[in-house]
Each structure stands twice: as structure tokens, then as C-alpha cells.
């Protein structure tokens, strides 16, 4: 299995140290290409007028904002099962990123939805849902935050995130109920029969220079990662050595 | 058409992406000092004579 | 000489936004019990944009109470405490430093949080200034109050409901008139300062009293 | 000061530091500061270590500097040491920048004994001040507390080890008889 090559954290730095630099030109590319499209070609909607730009960025967000969960659960039976050395890294450098997302999808939703429904917010099902999803990001934080292993937090982490991965659908279908009951949805989609050209193409293009700086920040978070164990597991030699010299160290920070 | 009128919502959109600009460079800046500051601990307990088992990483 | 009451807060600061501090993780609270509120009552907004204030206030008491009960147990547990009680400086002081740094790392980041949670509970501008406004008034309050109910339960293994039970009590009169001021700039006939200001008093009233008594509970504590 | 378990050595100590109040009678202390209780003339060096685990070393040290209030009566002749002076003298003074957290036992038994050092008072209680140590540590800990002795501070300390010190007077504790040994909090 090819993601084995990698279990070693020093080869996988290696990876990212070639792989970086393109990423990070890939994703300034696509985002100069998005940004000039989407302000300059995409014609108003008839529906939203000028405000459908704010879709532009707000529905890749609203993507990679899920993306990122299953990025992060396929990390956490990476560490409960396949146990990787990386899975656990690979999750908690998501956690953020994922938050991130999903907090500018809230905020672009809101922005969108003051001038096209009147009001900042609604307890919509997939508005709500997504709310749900940003605290249980914030929760996973919190959780890696509030435990010093970090072996012992990437597991609990896993199980959490596992536990929602399960969670997530039960919680948009109860939502759905539980708002049918209440309030029709009148919400206006973007996905509805036809998708002008115009538009669905900067927005693709914008979906992709998202991913790819989802992807960019994601190894370079990753890499952060493994030198916080490393500085980690080097201070706790540094303070079990009365006299530091060259002692050779056998643990790696990373597994 | 003229990219720089937004129509009646203008203020809506700007801080839209606004918001987004704030968010993606508080991330990068994120990425960024994190970087910094675990290899100025790395390079500290180097100096101190603490070595990891025999790699060394490149300083780009 | 004023200096250890610097270094003081500052390592109190230090100690809530450090790996295991519980300075984020207060306004992750308020959040979650802001969310699912709506979830028990309705997504009528019309109905949350009324109960709005007092959801935000008794997020917020819960939040800052649920924070408290490490205030003193922590220094309690690694013999911190004591050292602290022996110090030569006078206790009362020591639990004012500790409860503001404490105001600053969780309740401020309350305060800023709630104009945000105020848009999902769809409350209009003057609202969501109004509730900030007094949840920044009252949250130092509660957290004064809350230090009593800290100080009496420093010694229990599991003080933090039993603290709870005894300080909900005593924030009543902040709770009341917080939410009243709140819901005062809503309904325009109503004067907002007075409520807002009797909320203002509590708050000094309780930096008085609130200190006094939890140096007091210490010191029998300490044996 | 020795003693069987339990017989209220561990009490005696906590009652002279003032952080428990003595059944009858009062503690009074001759000679020192006149405005300041004799509680406040003493430093407390019990089983905790009173270190913060999330805070570096020297940050923990540094801290109880500025928080204690230092006390030099007449014939007490100690300054205020420097915090990474006093890491150094005993030994852990590679930790300084560390989070207290990696520290082993022993390491932070030092780094709570450092306390005593950054802030002078004349009177050290100490409770098995030699637990945790080894044999070197042990060696510097009884140079130290002959030092403070030397430069006219007072020690009193509860003991299962001989220690050798300058001028000891020894109080040997024995349960009473007619009721049962106070457990020692």
C-alpha cells in the first residue's frame, strides 16, 4: 500500500518539501484564475443579481468543509485501525482547517442570506446542521487541546470523530424532521435544474483553488505537527539528561 | 460589464469575501508561526547538544 | 511592591490558555448550550428573537459557573494554596487578581461571543448591543459570586455540581436584572439605565463581598 | 524532629506555618519583623511540590519570587538569589526553559526547594525534606540547609533519615497513650 511509504514521518517531510512548492503555486494560479472569473465573467444571476459572487466562495467552503470531516475520519480509522503513524497527525492538522471552512461558509451563508431571505439566519436543516458540524470541529480542538499526549488525544480524537462521522446524517435527518414540523423551507438552492455556464465554471475553479489550499495547508500543518513532537519528545530527553551530550535518541516523536 | 458595481447588495458581498480573506490569512499566518516557532525550539535544544536519532532536517 | 499582584495574573493567564486550560473551552460551551436551545423550543424566530437575552444570560451563567470550580482546587491539589495563604500578601486581593484573570480569560471571550450567538437567535442591532453591554457588566459579577461557591467546595473531590447547586442562588438578582436591562432596550418605552445600572451595582457590590468570603472559606479550608 | 507514622509531625509543621490552627495555645516567635505574623517569617516545604506542570521551569520559580514576600530580620544575612542562579545549584538548571511537565519527580522536588532559595525568609519548615532525592540531590539539600543555618536562619524539620546538621536540637514524638495518634492532614 503506497501510504506506507510514508509512515515514516522524515520521508513523509521529505514528500513535502518537493510537493509544497507546487501546491503553492497551483493554488495561487487557480485562485488568480477564480477570483478573475468570477468577478469579471460571471454575469449576474436574474434571481440573486450580484449577490450570487458570495456563492462563489461560500459553496466550496460549504464542500471542503465536509471534505475535511471525511478527511478527518478516514484519519481516525487510520489510527484505530490501520494504526498509521500519521493518521493522528493528519486529523489534528485537519481540525482547524476544517473550522475554518465551515466558519466562512456560516458567515458567507448569512451574508447571502440577509439581502436574498432578509434575515442573517434561519434554523434551516442544513444551515443548522452545518452548525452542528463547526461545533463538533470546535469540540475536537478542544479535546487535542486539553490533553498533553498527544498519542492519548489522537485516539480519543479518532473516537470522536468516528462516533460523528455516524452521528452527522442522523443528526441532518432529525434536523429535517424537526424543522419540516415547524417551518417549510423556502429556501432558493443554487442546484436547481440549470446551472448558467458562466457561473458553474468560476465556481469549479474556485472549488479547486479551495481544495488546493486545503491540501497546502493541510501537509504544511502536518509538518508543523511532527516537529511539535519532535521539539516534544526532545525536551523530555533534554530534561531526563542531567548533562545533554549527544546522547542517541531511540523513540520516534511521531508514531 | 463593470466588475466594480455590485449592485444594491455590494456591501454584503465585499464583506463576504472580506471574511474570507481574514480567515485564510489567519490560517496561513497560523501555518506560518507555528513553523517558526517549532523550529526555533528545534534549533534551541540542537544548540543544547539534544539530537534526534541521526537525521537531520534540511533548513529550507 | 505591587509587583506580585502582576505576576500573579499573569501566570493565572498563562495557566487558563495553556495546554488543559479552560479558556476557549467556556465559550465552546455557551455555543453549544446556545444551539441547542432552539432545538427545545422551535426554530420560531420570532419567539427567539424575544427569549433571546435570557437564553444568552443563562448561557452564560452556566458557562461561567461550569468554569469555576477549578478556580481554587487546582492550586488546592498541588499545595499551591497553601503556599499562597503563607505569602505574606492579604488573601482577599490574591482571590480578586485570581477571579479577574479568570474574568479574562473565559468570561471576556463570552462577551465578545455573544453578538455573534445573538444573530442566530435573530435579535435586532439594538439588541445585540444591549446584551453585550450588560453581559459585560454582569459576567464579572457571576464569576465574583461564583469564587465563593469555589472557595466552600475547594476540598470536595467532585465540587463542581455541588457549587452550582450553591451559587445559582446568589447570581438570581444578576441574572434578573441583566435580562431586564436587555429586554428594556428592546421594548423602547421602558429605561434601559436603570436596571443596567442596579446591574452595575451588583457587580462592584459583589467585588466587595465576593473576595471577603471566599479568603474567609479559604482559610478554614486550609486545615 | 522524629517520630512514628502518624504521631503529628506532618500537624506540628501545618500548625507552626499558620495553615492550621493550634488546638490550644499560640505560636509566637522571638526576635524578627514586628508587623509581620511569625507565619509569614517561614517558608513551608511540604510533600506538594506546588509546581505547574503547564508553565516552564523557570516561569514556575520566577512567579513564587515575585509572589512571596522576602523577610531579612536583624542577623539573617541571606539576598535574593537569581531564579536560574538557584536551578543551577541544584542541578536542573538545563530545564529552565522546559515546560515543568517533563520534569521527573525529583526534578521538580528540586525546583520546589529552588523556592526557598529566590526568596529569603529565616525560618524553613520542611516535611521529609528528603523524599523523592537521591543520594547527590541529598547531599546538596544538607549543604543548603547548613548554609541557611550558617547565615543565621532557623530549620525545623520532620525526619525518618538522619540528617546531618550544624547545631540539630532533636524532638522525638511518641503517640500518646490514652487516645490513638492524630492522622496528620
Not at chain 2, 12 to 31: E, K, N
Not at chain 3, 163 to 188: K, N, R, T
Not at chain 4, 62 to 78: E, L
Request: hydrophobic share 55%.
Amino acid at each position: 500500500m503506497a501510504l506506507w511509504d510514508y509512515a515514516n514521518p522524515t520521508r513523509f517531510l521529505r514528500l513535502v518539501d518537493i510537493v509544497l512548492p507546487w501546491l503553492i503555486a497551483a493554488c495561487a494560479l487557480a485562485f488568480a484564475i477564480g477570483l478573475y472569473k468570477s468577478f469579471f465573467m460571471a454575469p449576474e444571476d436574474y434571481q440573486q443579481g450580484d449577490t450570487v459572487r458570495i456563492m462563489f466562495i461560500h459553496v466550496p467552503a460549504a464542500w471542503l468543509a465536509m471534505m475535511c470531516y471525511s478527511v478527518m475520519a478516514i484519519s481516525a480509522l487510520g489510527t484505530l485501525v490501520w494504526k498509521h503513524p500519521l493518521a493522528d497527525v493528519s486529523a489534528k492538522a485537519a481540525a482547524p482547517l476544517g473550522a475554518a471552512f465551515t466558519f466562512i461558509s456560516l458567515i458567507t451563508g448569512s451574508l447571502w442570506g440577509k439581502p436574498m431571505w432578509g434575515t442573517y439566519w434561519v434554523w434551516d436543516a442544513r444551515l443548522t446542521s452545518v452548525l452542528v458540524l463547526f461545533i463538533m470541529y470546535l469540540g475536537l480542538m478542544a479535546l487535542w487541546r486539553t490533553m498533553e499526549d498527544p498519542i492519548k488525544a489522537g485516539k480519543a480524537a479518532a473516537v470522536l470523530t468516528l462516533v460523528g462521522a455516524f452521528n452527522l446524517p442522523i443528526i441532518k435527518f432529525s434536523v429535517d424532521w424537526w424543522n419540516t414540523l415547524h417551518q417549510p423551507a423556502s429556501v432558493i438552492r443554487l442546484d436547481g435544474p440549470t446551472i448558467h455556464p458562466d457561473i458553474l465554471i468560476p465556481l469549479l475553479v474556485m472549488a479547486l483553488a479551495f481544495t488546493l489550499l486545503f491540501f497546502t495547508l493541510h501537509l504544511a500543518a502536518m509538518r508543523n505537527e511532527i516537529f511539535r513532537r519532535r521539539v516534544r519528545s526532545m525536551r523530555m530527553k533534554a530534561a531526563a539528561s542531567a548533562h545533554p551530550a549527544g546522547a542517541t535518541a531511540t523513540a520516534q516523536p511521531a508514531e | 460589464m463593470d466588475p466594480f458595481d455590485l449592485g444594491p447588495h455590494a456591501g454584503f458581498i465585499i464583506a463576504s469575501y472580506t471574511v474570507t480573506f481574514g480567515v485564510v490569512a489567519a490560517l496561513i499566518a497560523w501555518v506560518l508561526i507555528d513553523r517558526a516557532q517549532q523550529r526555533a525550539a528545534l534549533n534551541d535544544l540542537e544548540r543544547q547538544g539534544i539530537s534526534r536519532a541521526g537525521q537531520r532536517q534540511d533548513k529550507s | 511592591m505591587s509587583g506580585w499582584v502582576g505576576a500573579l495574573f499573569v501566570r493565572e493567564l498563562r495557566l487558563a490558555v495553556r495546554v488543559g486550560g479552560s479558556g476557549v473551552i467556556g465559550v465552546l460551551f455557551f455555543l453549544a448550550v446556545v444551539t441547542v436551545i432552539p432545538f427545545g423550543v422551535g426554530p420560531d424566530l420570532n419567539l427567539l428573537a424575544r427569549i433571546g437575552p435570557a437564553i444568552l444570560w443563562i448561557g452564560a451563567l452556566l458557562a461561567t459557573l461550569l468554569g469555576l470550580d477549578r478556580l481554587f482546587q487546582a492550586d488546592r491539589d498541588d499545595g499551591a494554596l497553601d503556599l499562597m495563604i503563607m505569602a505574606g500578601r492579604p488573601l482577599e486581593l490574591i482571590v480578586l487578581v485570581k477571579c479577574l484573570a479568570h474574568w479574562m480569560a473565559t468570561g471576556l471571550p463570552l462577551v465578545f461571543a455573544a453578538p455573534v450567538l445573538a444573530i442566530f437567535l435573530n435579535l435586532d442591532p439594538v439588541a445585540i448591543a444591549a446584551v453585550t453591554a450588560t453581559l459585560l457588566a454582569g459576567t464579572p459579577a457571576l464569576t465574583l459570586i461564583g469564587a465563593i461557591g469555589a472557595s466552600l467546595t475547594v476540598t470536595l473531590r467532585r465540587g463542581g455540581l455541588l457549587m452550582a447547586v450553591l451559587v445559582i442562588p446568589l447570581a438570581i438578582p444578576v441574572l434578573i436584572f441583566g435580562v431586564s436591562a436587555a429586554d428594556a432596550a428592546i421594548q423602547d418605552p421602558v429605561p434601559f439605565m436603570t436596571p443596567f445600572l442596579i446591574l452595575c451595582a451588583l457587580t462592584l457590590v459583589s467585588a466587595v463581598v465576593g473576595p471577603f468570603a471566599a479568603a474567609t472559606a479559604l482559610r478554614f479550608a486550609s486545615d | 524532629m522524629t517520630g512514628p507514622n502518624g504521631v503529628g509531625k506532618s500537624s506540628l509543621l501545618r500548625t507552626l506555618a499558620g495553615l492550621v490552627p493550634p488546638a490550644e495555645g499560640h505560636v509566637r516567635l522571638e526576635g524578627g519583623t514586628e508587623e509581620l505574623t511569625a507565619f509569614e517569617h517561614c517558608h513551608y516545604f511540604g510533600h506538594q511540590d506546588a509546581v505547574k506542570p503547564a508553565l516552564s521551569v523557570i516561569e514556575n520559580l520566577t512567579f513564587w519570587q515575585a509572589f512571596s514576600q522576602s523577610v531579612t530580620p536583624d542577623g539573617f544575612t541571606t539576598g535574593r538569589m537569581a531564579p536560574a542562579d538557584a536551578l543551577d545549584g541544584l542541578g536542573i538548571g538545563h530545564t529552565a526553559r522546559l515546560p515543568a511537565a517533563y520534569l521527573s519527580a525529583g526534578q521538580k522536588r528540586r525546583l520546589s526547594l529552588a523556592r526557598l532559595l529566590v526568596t529569603p525568609r529565616p525560618i524553613w519548615l520542611m516535611d521529609e525534606p528528603t523524599s523523592a532525592l537521591d543520594a547527590d540531590s541529598e547531599k546538596r539539600l544538607i549543604a543548603l540547609m547548613n548554609g541557611h543555618l550558617l547565615s543565621g536562619g532557623l530549620i525545623v524539620t520532620a525526619t525518618h533519615t538522619p540528617l546531618t546538621l550544624n547545631k540539630a536540637q532533636k524532638l522525638h514524638l511518641e503517640p500518646a497513650r490514652d487516645h490513638p495518634a492524630e492522622v496528620p492532614a
